[in-house]
Nanobody
């Protein structure tokens, strides 16, 4: 059973930075996209960033220019670098590996941006 484990969340002041990590328990073949989502209590889980297999990254408008999605294949790990954090970035963040017959999610990690 593949597991995705997020780390790097926590409490940060507005304007600060965090780097989320998502480590897979094993190398997974057939992944088309690596994705980060977030959910605010009472709302649906929304996509934040997507990294294609070719390395092309897309972002939701609210984070473009502040967040960066990357991966390290040697470590079976994907990252979300979050800079210039705002209170509205407060949410539970989830990673996802998506592909043909593949749909793995992490359990989520809390990010709180507050002074």
């Amino acid at each position: 059973q593949v597991q995705l484990v997020e780390s790097g969340g926590g409490l940060v002041q507005p304007g600060g930075s965090l780097r989320l990590s998502c480590a897979a328990s094993e190398r997974i073949f057939g992944v088309n996209t690596m994705e980060w989502y977030r959910r605010v209590p009472g709302k649906r889980r929304d996509v934040v960033a997507i990294l294609s297999g070719s390395g092309f990254a897309t972002y939701v408008d609210s984070v473009r220019g502040r967040f960066t999605i990357t991966k390290d294949d040697a470590k079976n790990t994907m990252y979300l670098q979050m800079n210039s954090l705002k209170p509205e970035d407060t949410a539970v963040y989830y990673c996802r590996l998506n592909g043909v017959g593949i749909d793995y999610w992490g359990e989520g990690i809390q990010v709180t941006v507050s002074s």
